[in-house]
């Protein structure tokens, strides 16, 4: 069983930044790949990016790209999303998740573990 705990969420401004982090509790042997999704009030789950633990490779929503950037510390098991020039229309829940293997995934239920959620709230 792998434990995932996010933080980094909270209150900003339209166009600040902010880093969000997932900690794994522990290393999976084998390939694997890590992701970012998002939920807004009154909205479905949405991908937001992923990375192949490994060789890196990444993936961003269109909504993202440009803005956002998904990063990885190996050594300390641990994922990142920075997120710059943050909009109004980011504010949701974000939520890491883990697959086995290392294609990457934009579809929620490719992922087997996902943590509990951070809160990321844009205001104007």
């Known amino acids: 069983q792998v434990q995932l705990v996010e933080s980094g969420g909270g209150l900003v401004q339209a166009g600040d930044s902010l880093r969000l982090s997932c900690a794994a509790s522990?290393?999976?042997?084998?390939?694997?790949?890590m992701g970012w999704f998002r939920q807004a009030p009154g909205k479905e789950r949405e991908f937001v990016a992923a990375?192949?633990?490994?060789?890196?490779?990444?993936a961003h929503a269109n909504s993202v790209t440009g803005r956002f950037t998904i990063s990885r510390d190996t050594a300390k098991n641990t994922l990142y999303l920075q997120m710059n020039s943050l909009k109004p229309e980011d504010t949701a829940v974000y939520y890491c998740a883990l697959k086995v293997g290392s294609i990457l995934h934009k579809r929620e239920d490719a992922y087997n573990y996902w943590g509990q959620g951070t809160q990321v709230t844009v205001s104007l």
């Open positions: 990375i192949s633990w490994i060789g890196g490779n990444t």
């Open positions: 522990r290393r999976t042997i084998g390939s694997y790949s």
